[in-house]
């Protein structure tokens, strides 16, 4: 081989002194008699234009492809490649063909990759490799890899099918580049079922080398650690590469200049797909065009990302979810007009939803047209606290706050009041500790509903706007905490406290007034229309209540039963379902708080600190205990029963047999406006003992 090659040399150097003829040309005039045919060496082996590494590439072969050559010189072996149909000479460095060539290195490219016995497909299988699998193995022949494999404590020889496995790149190069994904996932094998070890914002610069076609390898540090890791080629882009994402963020701008400061050019709501290029890691570039005229903009990195969950209410009776992105397709459900559906924006024509139908989930497609996309701005006035709220006014605002903040408001009928009214439970907040407030348990109470619901309100507002309440983040709060209202546990009573005997059937007029003492003035209301009261129903020392009447009565019985009342159970359920922390029963009057209810030790002390701590943003005043407790209220019970921490807030200056003034809630509300927030604050903390 040497000595040959020494004369091919010899030979082609003469050619060229005597008559300067190119390479290429100069093989042809002399072909070389003496073929070879041997392995490409490397992954991948590059066949030249003329013998030279800057020279034009125009062939690629993969490690352990056959190659046929020639003997050029002392560097290059020489090649015909046809290009274009014709035929010319190409040149191979020496050193990456052969008849043996080096080792390489490979991955699994089959979820099961397998070592054979015989280089066959047929033949007994030694060993099987989930994909991504790095490998070692060698150039078999023209369709096999020769590999070795421990079966049984034994070193075999196995063969791997050529197709199987992709060889990964002899000579990586470094690259750098962005993560172009949402998000880019970093492989801890190069399998895209491989397990994810990091993942990057889009636009994240990357540093990487290159691996295989697919490829990219990566250094990233998980927890401390330094791991090579792997991400897909089609993840990574460069400055030019299009990416694209959805507005995150209400209102997401494209500025003038890459600073908050610039103008603004135009905004996006939440959920528009917006395109876009890296300009660094917190400002991406933008093409928009205002008055028709095209300006690059730029956009915060983090105002876009993936498809957010929208919440919209249907525009359409009925409003249609088709299996795919065309009203021609099949309707796989149909809503009526003015709910609140649930889905994820695909494009700016088309939503995506999950539906269920007969038992099974499906994906389908809601036209964007068909619905209408809820942006919360913390902008309502829905609750008006300044007068008599009834029971009816409550139901309308309940819908209406549910329908402006869909995504951070819901509710729920827990039950139905002995005369047939629906009690409803408001869930506000998205986290998994629960807070329970409820209020009017008393008839004559009911500011308290007006303080429940003005509550729920605010709360949302300061959310969305991400105002302080008293110091509190609500923002924060209500992600870690929901507080769920009964903002009218008793609604027959206070219906039939504020509108009097009209509000009930003729029928039950007679006992109604024999309930109230003869009087048709029902001010003083307390109990349910049953003449039952309810915070006297509850399972806590019920059977040693004092001063109960032996019958139905405006205030103070105590039912024939504990827990026999209809709102009772309604609110026993939600507690049993919602398993809140702590609770917060509102009363009037007095402004004082009950907190205790023969609870001793490590539980007195630390009621009596959350209670302290209710003194000092209310401004009430603490009730200690004395003698034996009356027994029977939710407080009772919940501090009992739940051995958890319940409060008896008695809001307003002291009022004797009535309602407080609609003029005192100006005070109430000062008085009161953080003890949700405390209470779900402290509920988050204490969910998570
Ligand atoms: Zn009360």
Request: hydrophobic share 35%; glycine share 8%; aromatic share 12%.
């Amino acid at each position: 081989m040497r000595k040959f090659k020494a004369v091919q040399f010899l030979a082609v150097s003469l050619l060229l002194i005597q008559l300067f003829i190119p390479y290429a040309q100069a093989a042809e005039v002399q072909p070389d008699p003496e073929m070879f045919e041997g392995f490409a060496g490397k992954q991948p082996v590059y066949v030249y234009a003329s013998p030279a590494k800057n020279a034009k590439i125009i062939k690629t072969y993969a490690y352990g492809d056959k190659i046929a050559y020639r003997n050029f010189s002392a560097d290059w072996h020489a090649t015909d490649v046809t290009v274009n149909g014709k035929v010319q000479t190409g040149y191979i460095a020496a050193g990456d063909v052969g008849q043996t060539v080096p080792g390489a290195r490979g991955i699994a490219l089959n979820e099961k990759t397998n070592i054979y016995s015989q280089p066959s497909v047929n033949a007994k299988i030694l060993k099987t490799y989930p994909a991504g699998t790095i490998m070692n193995y060698q150039a078999h022949d023209a369709e096999w890899f020769r590999t070795t494999v421990d079966a049984g404590g034994k070193r075999l020889t196995g063969y791997i099918y050529r197709p199987d496995v992709e060889t990964i790149v002899t000579h990586p190069s470094a690259g750098s580049g962005f993560a172009a994904k949402i998000p880019t996932n970093v492989y801890a094998s190069p399998s895209a079922k491989a397990k994810v070890i990091k993942t990057y914002k889009q636009g994240s610069p990357l540093q990487y080398h290159t691996f295989t076609s697919r490829w990219h390898e990566v250094t990233v540090v998980v927890s401390g650690k330094k791991m090579t890791g792997y991400v897909s080629k089609g993840d990574v882009g460069d400055r030019n590469t299009q990416l694209s994402g959805y507005a995150v963020n209400n209102e997401a701008a494209v500025y003038s200049q890459p600073s908050v400061k610039s103008q603004k050019l135009k905004t996006y709501k939440k959920g528009t797909l917006l395109k876009y290029k890296v300009y660094n890691a917190s400002w991406f570039q933008a093409v928009v065009y205002v008055n028709g005229k095209a300006k690059t903009g730029y956009i915060q990195s983090s105002d876009v990302g993936a498809a957010p969950t929208l919440k919209g209410l249907s525009l359409k009776n009925p409003t249609r979810v088709y299996s795919k992105m065309s009203r021609s397709s099949k309707v796989l459900k149909a809503y009526a007009k003015g709910l609140v559906l649930t889905y994820k924006p695909v494009n700016n024509e088309w939503h995506q939803a999950t539906v269920t139908v007969n038992g099974k989930k499906y994906t389908g497609y809601i036209a964007a047209g068909d619905v209408k996309t809820i942006i919360p701005t913390g902008d309502t006035k829905i609750v008006n606290p300044y007068q008599v709220y009834s029971y009816n006014e409550m139901v309308r605002d309940i819908e209406k706050l549910y329908l402006a903040y869909p995504e951070l408001i819901s509710y729920k009928v827990i039950g139905k009041s002995e005369y047939g009214r629906p009690i409803y439970a408001v869930a506000l907040g998205k986290g998994k500790a629960a807070a329970l407030i409820h209020g009017s348990h008393h008839a004559r109470e009911w500011l308290t509903t007006n303080l429940n619901m003005y509550m729920i309100e605010q709360y949302a507002k300061a959310y969305y706007k991400k105002q302080k309440i008293g110091g509190f983040n609500v923002y924060d709060i209500l992600n870690a905490a929901t507080i769920w209202f009964i903002p009218m546990v008793n609604p027959d009573g206070v219906t039939l406290q504020q509108e009097g005997l009209k509000a009930f059937p003729k029928s039950l007029h007679k006992n109604l007034i024999k309930m109230n003492k003869g009087s048709k003035n029902f001010k003083r209301w307390k109990a349910n229309a049953k003449g039952v009261d309810l915070n006297r129903q509850y399972n806590a020392g019920w059977k040693t209540i004092k001063g109960s009447p032996s019958g139905p009565m405006y205030k103070n019985f105590k039912g024939y039963k504990p827990e026999s009342a209809a709102e009772v159970k309604a609110v026993l359920k939600l507690v049993r379902e919602v398993d809140p922390e702590m609770a917060v029963a509102y009363h009037s009057s007095g402004k004082i708080i009950y907190w205790n209810y023969l609870q001793t030790g490590a539980r007195y002390k630390r009621d009596h600190e959350y209670a302290k701590k209710l003194r000092s943003l209310t401004g009430y005043r603490l009730v200690y205990p004395k003698g034996v407790p009356s027994g029977g209220g939710f407080t009772d019970w919940f501090i009992q029963a739940k051995k958890r921490p319940g409060f008896t807030i008695e809001i307003c200056k002291y009022v004797y047999e009535t309602n407080p003034p609609v003029s005192e809630f100006k005070h109430v509300w000062k008085e009161n406006q953080a003890v949700g927030l405390y209470v779900a604050r402290e509920s988050a903390k204490l969910a998570k003992k």
